[in-house]
């Protein structure tokens, strides 16, 4: 099994950045397409980015697109993703995600996924 574990969450005020990690312990992640998905209060959990294995693949929603860019480490098992011009609305819990492919975690990463616990990012006005 893969154990994704995040990090990097806090308190920014709008406008600023923040960098989120994302190391998968465990198993290791060769082969897995991961990803971050976000849960605001009151919301359902939304997807935010994808990266392929190989770094070569990368997917955003565009709520987050041309703000926020993810890569990845396989030497060090650990995905990334940095957080810039942040908003209010980008308030949420932040969880990282592990699947074998981009349409599974896209579709069924409720089911199929190997998540993280989340880390809280919260961006004041």
């Known amino acids: 099994q893969v154990h994704p574990v995040e990090s990097g969450g806090g308190l920014v005020q709008a406008g600023g950045s923040l960098r989120l990690s994302c190391a998968a312990s465990?198993?290791?992640?060769?082969?897995?397409?991961m990803g971050w998905f976000r849960q605001a209060p009151g919301k359902e959990r939304e997807f935010v980015a994808a990266?392929?294995?190989?770094?070569?693949?990368?997917y955003y929603a565009d709520s987050v697109k041309g703000r926020f860019t993810i890569s990845r480490d396989n030497a060090k098992n650990t995905i990334y993703l940095q957080m810039t011009s942040l908003k209010p609305e980008d308030t949420a819990v932040y969880y990282c995600?592990?699947?074998?492919?981009?349409?599974?975690?896209?579709?069924?990463?409720?089911?199929?996924?190997?998540w993280g616990q989340g880390t809280q990012v919260t961006v004041s006005s």
């Open positions: 995600a592990a699947d074998v492919s981009y349409s599974r975690l896209r579709s069924e990463a409720w089911r199929t996924a190997y």
């Open positions: 465990g198993r290791t992640a060769s082969g897995y397409v």
């Open positions: 990266i392929s294995w190989s770094g070569s693949n990368t």
